[in-house]
């Protein structure tokens, strides 16, 4: 079983940061692709951000130069760097781990993100 805590969010102004950390615990033996998605109300869950085992990356259009996904393979866990934030950065913030040796993805719970106008 892997289990997923997110940690990081909260509110911000508009033009300000935020990291999110998402560490995984459980039988983890090997790095594994891991991504950054959000939900806002009212519409649907979107991809944010994803990193192969290997570090390789991928931004969603909203979010590209200004969010860093990076990982920490000793320690399981990865990070979301936000910076410039605006209003419709608004949302859940859940981290999805795809554990390649099952082929299962697992979800964290969650980290609200406000970002006031």
């Known amino acids: 079983q892997v289990q997923l805590m997110e940690s990081g969010g909260g509110l911000v102004q508009a033009g300000g940061s935020l990291r999110l950390s998402c560490a995984a615990s459980?039988?983890?033996?090997?790095?594994?692709?891991m991504a950054w998605y959000r939900q806002a109300p009212e519409k649907r869950r979107e991809a944010v951000a994803s990193?192969?085992?290997?570090?390789?990356?991928n931004y969603a259009e909203s979010v590209k130069g200004r969010f860093t996904i990076s990982r920490d393979n000793a320690n399981n866990t990865v990070y979301l760097q936000m910076n410039n934030l605006k209003p419709e950065d608004t949302g859940v913030y859940s981290c999805?781990?795809?554990?390649?040796?099952?082929?299962?993805?697992?979800w964290g719970l969650g980290t609200q993100v406000t970002v006031s106008s």
């Open positions: 999805a781990l795809d554990l390649l040796s099952r082929g299962v993805r697992y």
């Open positions: 459980g039988s983890i033996f090997s790095p594994n692709p």
């Open positions: 990193i192969t085992s290997g570090g390789q990356t």
